[in-house]
């Protein structure tokens, strides 16, 4: 029923100015491209510089026109595969051209890779006829490309590109016919897809059907447009396009060879009829307008035959435009730009605005220039406002900057050199460059070997102790010193176990993953260590660096040092043991006799009605029978202490393990190596397999003995060095076997009598 209306609602609008005319002057014909004819153009688009693109059907190529619809380049170099190259789309945003070609039945990409050429990136199999559109607009779908295939009458799919602009799959929109498919064939013609790049709407030419289908962005049907408002009161529609700047629609109708022209709200307005009045067109195929700013802004192109015919914009009343020109003068250099945009200078020093618009220049002069100001349609040296009445010239002067020297010194017991950015400086002991008022000069100082940079000194980043100094040339000479001294590093080596990874401060020891070991040369002073465990594991703690935080330890550098950092795999809990039985309930005990009541107090005389005579004392109770031993409250009873605990089963077997120990002590001239053993036991449980190991010997986190482990007949034997006084309690055994990733580590807790 809503297309119904829309039928109604068209056909009433159209009638009623059936008789009005809009004049798009003809002012030439495109009849050739590279110096050879143009055999049969079809398909058009214009993009948002305005270059025209046609699509040469026989030639098998893609022919360009610059703004002034001057040949600038064909594409591609090899020729498309077959003829009927009918359709041709631009991306506004990425330049990506998308080319219909309905002899191979598929979609060509083409990447533009500047100066007007094209890289193929993708060959897109549709099948059929092939016409494509894109949506330039702002909507939701700006980018997505629409297809018509022959093949596929029952829908039009919409595709969402990737970021290179390739059709990867098809997205999640379609256009369904109004009926059960589209009626697209007329002949050897077809019928169009086009995107109003202002709305987003989509519009779908069927020509048998005469017929226009409107879409919103949302791929739902709108209305459906007929051509009974037009001067033959019908139309069978080719192709369409879209003037922006009046929102006017574009059909071409080749049963009448013209192109009718719609308001927004499709009223009739008028016809083109070709190159005269008395000439109409003779095989016309494709429609497009230029869209893009400029003074050839609203042109109309059709192709016709052999040729693309040209007519100038509309005659119902657009607003009129004034160029504004930008002249760059001085001996320096800087770049012009225009608030609304169409200057550039750079490159575009002149651009069309509306009369009456206020038009704001900006200058920026390029490194080493000043702006000297303004003349002309302007004065002064800020910002240039313009307002447009007619024809104006503006003069932006950009003189040199003057230049100042900047000489380095360097300085100190060390060496090394300095570098300026920009270039100009790159010396070791002594050197100077010139450089502009105002500019920005970084110097970077770079210590030789065995040399370290101390500072800065001289007028600017004096003091300043970083490698880089950077300062803005003033309006004089500016002396900088660099001072160098002499470097000592001592060597620092980190030995680490288990998975982790120890860092320092400053930097030169990073050891993670694989790195068991790391060593390097850092300064003499305090140096910070950080480790962080890796998944799975936990920090047992250092040896040879005292700790400062929970993660981090700290060495005083002086002499070569080696720091032991032991990372252990964190256990598993074990598992709950098995509740005993519940203790048997108690037995009640008796109940006690109740005790003796108390003798009754003697009666008073009778008399006259006195006081009540006092009571006599209560008799004492009873003493209370002795609680039964399985009452209640007795010593089995169920209020009553706990009864007693069953007997314990017995130990398991202890293991054993074999601690040694061994000092240096004197014998006369002689120093020799005594040891002593202990023996630790506890829930050790270990097999003479494990060859040697090395072994940390921990508690609570904190290694107190390092070494290494051997079996020797079933018993494990502990050669460790002691960092630490060892006193009775629980310890963890930590051994860890094996080399690079097969490296293993096991722990056992037991007790140090």
Same mark, same amino acid.
């Given at each position: 029923?809503?297309?119904?209306?829309?039928?109604?609602?068209?056909?009433?609008?159209?009638?009623?100015?059936?008789?009005?005319?809009?004049?798009?002057?003809?002012?030439?014909?495109?009849?050739?491209?590279?110096?050879?004819?143009?055999?049969?153009?079809?398909?058009?688009?214009?993009?948002?510089?305005?270059?025209?693109?046609?699509?040469?059907?026989?030639?098998?190529?893609?022919?360009?026109?610059?703004?002034?619809?001057?040949?600038?380049?064909?594409?591609?170099?090899?020729?498309?595969?077959?003829?009927?190259?009918?359709?041709?789309?631009?991306?506004?945003?990425?330049?990506?051209?998308?080319?219909?070609?309905?002899?191979?039945?598929?979609?060509?990409?083409?990447?533009?890779?500047?100066?007007?050429?094209?890289?193929?990136?993708?060959?897109?199999?549709?099948?059929?006829?092939?016409?494509?559109?894109?949506?330039?607009?702002?909507?939701?779908?700006?980018?997505?490309?629409?297809?018509?295939?022959?093949?596929?009458?029952?829908?039009?799919?919409?595709?969402?590109?990737?970021?290179?602009?390739?059709?990867?799959?098809?997205?999640?929109?379609?256009?369904?016919?109004?009926?059960?498919?589209?009626?697209?064939?007329?002949?050897?013609?077809?019928?169009?897809?086009?995107?109003?790049?202002?709305?987003?709407?989509?519009?779908?030419?069927?020509?048998?059907?005469?017929?226009?289908?409107?879409?919103?962005?949302?791929?739902?049907?709108?209305?459906?447009?007929?051509?009974?408002?037009?001067?033959?009161?019908?139309?069978?529609?080719?192709?369409?396009?879209?003037?922006?700047?009046?929102?006017?629609?574009?059909?071409?109708?080749?049963?009448?060879?013209?192109?009718?022209?719609?308001?927004?709200?499709?009223?009739?307005?008028?016809?083109?009829?070709?190159?005269?009045?008395?000439?109409?067109?003779?095989?016309?195929?494709?429609?497009?307008?230029?869209?893009?700013?400029?003074?050839?802004?609203?042109?109309?192109?059709?192709?016709?035959?052999?040729?693309?015919?040209?007519?100038?914009?509309?005659?119902?009343?657009?607003?009129?435009?004034?160029?504004?020109?930008?002249?760059?003068?001085?001996?320096?250099?800087?770049?012009?730009?225009?608030?609304?945009?169409?200057?550039?200078?750079?490159?575009?020093?002149?651009?069309?605005?509306?009369?009456?618009?206020?038009?704001?220049?900006?200058?920026?002069?390029?490194?080493?220039?000043?702006?000297?100001?303004?003349?002309?349609?302007?004065?002064?040296?800020?910002?240039?406002?313009?307002?447009?009445?007619?024809?104006?010239?503006?003069?932006?002067?950009?003189?040199?900057?003057?230049?100042?020297?900047?000489?380095?010194?360097?300085?100190?017991?060390?060496?090394?050199?300095?570098?300026?950015?920009?270039?100009?400086?790159?010396?070791?002991?002594?050197?100077?460059?010139?450089?502009?008022?105002?500019?920005?000069?970084?110097?970077?100082?770079?210590?030789?070997?065995?040399?370290?940079?101390?500072?800065?000194?001289?007028?600017?980043?004096?003091?300043?102790?970083?490698?880089?100094?950077?300062?803005?040339?003033?309006?004089?000479?500016?002396?900088?010193?660099?001072?160098?001294?002499?470097?000592?590093?001592?060597?620092?080596?980190?030995?680490?176990?288990?998975?982790?990874?120890?860092?320092?401060?400053?930097?030169?020891?990073?050891?993670?993953?694989?790195?068991?070991?790391?060593?390097?040369?850092?300064?003499?002073?305090?140096?910070?260590?950080?480790?962080?465990?890796?998944?799975?594991?936990?920090?047992?703690?250092?040896?040879?660096?005292?700790?400062?935080?929970?993660?981090?330890?700290?060495?005083?550098?002086?002499?070569?040092?080696?720091?032991?950092?032991?990372?252990?795999?964190?256990?598993?809990?074990?598992?709950?043991?098995?509740?005993?039985?519940?203790?048997?309930?108690?037995?009640? *005990?008796?109940? #006690?006799?109740?005790?003796?009541? @108390? !003798?009754? $107090?003697?009666? =008073?005389?009778? &008399?006259?009605? %006195? +006081? /009540?005579?006092?009571?006599?004392?209560?008799?004492?109770?009873?003493?209370?029978?002795?609680? *039964?031993?399985? #009452?209640?409250?007795?010593?089995? @009873? !169920?209020? $009553?202490?706990? =009864?007693?605990? &069953?007997?314990? %089963? +017995? /130990?398991?077997?202890?293991?054993?393990?074999?601690?040694?120990?061994?000092?240096?002590?004197?014998?006369?001239?002689?120093?020799?190596?005594?040891?002593?053993?202990?023996?630790?036991? =506890?829930?050790?449980?270990?097999?003479?397999?494990?060859?040697?190991?090395?072994?940390?010997?921990?508690?609570?986190?904190?290694?107190?003995?390092?070494?290494?482990?051997?079996?020797?007949?079933?018993?494990?034997?502990?050669?460790?060095?002691?960092?630490?006084?060892?006193?009775?309690?629980?310890?963890?055994?930590?051994?860890?076997?094996?080399?690079?990733?097969?490296?293993?580590?096991?722990?056992?807790?037991?007790?140090?009598?």
């Amino acid at each position: 029923m809503l297309a119904a209306c829309a039928f109604a609602a068209a056909a009433t609008l159209g009638a009623a100015s059936a008789s009005a005319e809009v004049t798009h002057p003809f002012l030439t014909s495109i009849t050739e491209a590279n110096g050879e004819p143009l055999v049969q153009p079809w398909g058009m688009a214009v993009d948002s510089s305005g270059n025209l693109l046609v699509a040469d059907a026989r030639k098998r190529l893609i022919d360009q026109f610059d703004a002034t619809d001057s040949f600038t380049s064909w594409f591609p170099t090899g020729k498309l595969p077959a003829f009927f190259v009918r359709s041709v789309a631009v991306n506004d945003t990425t330049g990506v051209v998308y080319v219909g070609e309905s002899g191979s039945e598929e979609v060509f990409v083409f990447k533009p890779k500047g100066g007007g050429e094209y890289e193929l990136i993708q060959q897109f199999k549709i099948g059929g006829y092939v016409y494509v559109a894109v949506d330039n607009s702002n909507s939701a779908r700006k980018g997505d490309v629409y297809v018509i295939s022959a093949q596929e009458l029952t829908k039009v799919h919409v595709y969402t590109p990737t970021a290179e602009g390739k059709l990867e799959s098809k997205g999640s929109g379609t256009l369904t016919p109004p009926g059960a498919e589209f009626s697209l064939v007329n002949g050897d013609g077809w019928g169009a897809i086009a995107v109003d790049g202002s709305t987003g709407d989509v519009y779908l030419a069927e020509p048998p059907n005469e017929v226009v289908d409107k879409y919103g962005p949302d791929g739902k049907l709108i209305e459906q447009l007929h051509g009974t408002g037009t001067l033959a009161g019908s139309f069978e529609p080719l192709g369409i396009a879209f003037d922006e700047a009046d929102g006017h629609v574009l059909v071409l109708d080749t049963a009448h060879e013209v192109v009718d022209e719609f308001s927004g709200t499709w009223e009739y307005e008028g016809q083109i009829k070709g190159t005269s009045e008395s000439k109409p067109f003779t095989e016309a195929r494709g429609v497009a307008v230029r869209n893009a700013a400029g003074p050839t802004q609203g042109e109309v192109f059709v192709s016709d035959g052999a040729h693309v015919e040209i007519f100038g914009p509309s005659g119902g009343g657009g607003t009129s435009e004034s160029p504004l020109t930008v002249e760059r003068t001085g001996t320096g250099s800087g770049t012009v730009t225009s608030s609304p945009t169409g200057i550039d200078c750079g490159e575009t020093c002149s651009a069309e605005f509306e009369e009456g618009a206020e038009v704001t220049l900006s200058a920026t002069p390029a490194a080493g220039s000043t702006f000297a100001g303004w003349s002309g349609a302007c004065s002064g040296t800020g910002e240039c406002k313009v307002t447009i009445a007619e024809a104006q010239q503006v003069k932006a002067e950009f003189a040199l900057a003057p230049s100042f020297s900047v000489s380095l010194e360097s300085i100190g017991e060390g060496s090394g050199t300095v570098t300026s950015a920009p270039a100009g400086i790159d010396c070791g002991s002594e050197c100077s460059a010139e450089f502009s008022e105002g500019e920005k000069v970084t110097l970077t100082a770079a210590p030789a070997s065995g040399s370290k940079f101390v500072e800065w000194s001289g007028e600017e980043c004096a003091g300043s102790t970083e490698a880089a100094c950077e300062f803005t040339v003033p309006s004089h000479a500016v002396a900088v010193k660099a001072e160098f001294g002499q470097s000592t590093t001592v060597p620092l080596r980190v030995v680490k176990y288990g998975q982790g990874t120890v860092v320092s401060s400053p930097s030169g020891i990073d050891c993670a993953g694989g790195c068991f070991t790391e060593s390097a040369e850092l300064e003499p002073g305090s140096v910070t260590l950080t480790e962080t465990p890796a998944a799975g594991y936990e920090f047992a703690g250092w040896i040879g660096c005292k700790a400062t935080a929970p993660t981090t330890c700290e060495v005083a550098l002086s002499t070569p040092t080696e720091v032991m950092a032991t990372f252990l795999k964190a256990g598993s809990e074990g598992k709950e043991g098995k509740q005993g039985p519940a203790g048997g309930e108690g037995k009640e *005990g008796k109940t #006690g006799s109740a005790g003796a009541t @108390g !003798s009754t $107090g003697t009666a =008073g005389s009778p &008399g006259v009605q %006195g +006081p /009540a005579g006092a009571a006599g004392p209560k008799g004492a109770d009873g003493a209370t029978g002795p609680a *039964g031993a399985s #009452g209640a409250a007795g010593a089995a @009873g !169920s209020i $009553g202490p706990a =009864g007693p605990i &069953g007997p314990q %089963g +017995p /130990a398991g077997v202890d293991g054993k393990v074999q601690l040694v120990k061994c000092t240096t002590v004197k014998q006369g001239n002689k120093k020799v190596q005594k040891c002593t053993t202990k023996l630790v036991s =506890g829930p050790l449980t270990l097999k003479a397999a494990i060859a040697s190991a090395h072994a940390t010997l921990s508690r609570r986190g904190v290694v107190y003995a390092a070494g290494i482990a051997r079996t020797t007949r079933g018993r494990l034997h502990l050669r460790l060095r002691s960092s630490r006084r060892l006193r009775a309690g629980a310890y963890t055994l930590t051994l860890v076997t094996g080399h690079g990733r097969s490296r293993r580590v096991r722990t056992e807790s037991f007790e140090l009598g």
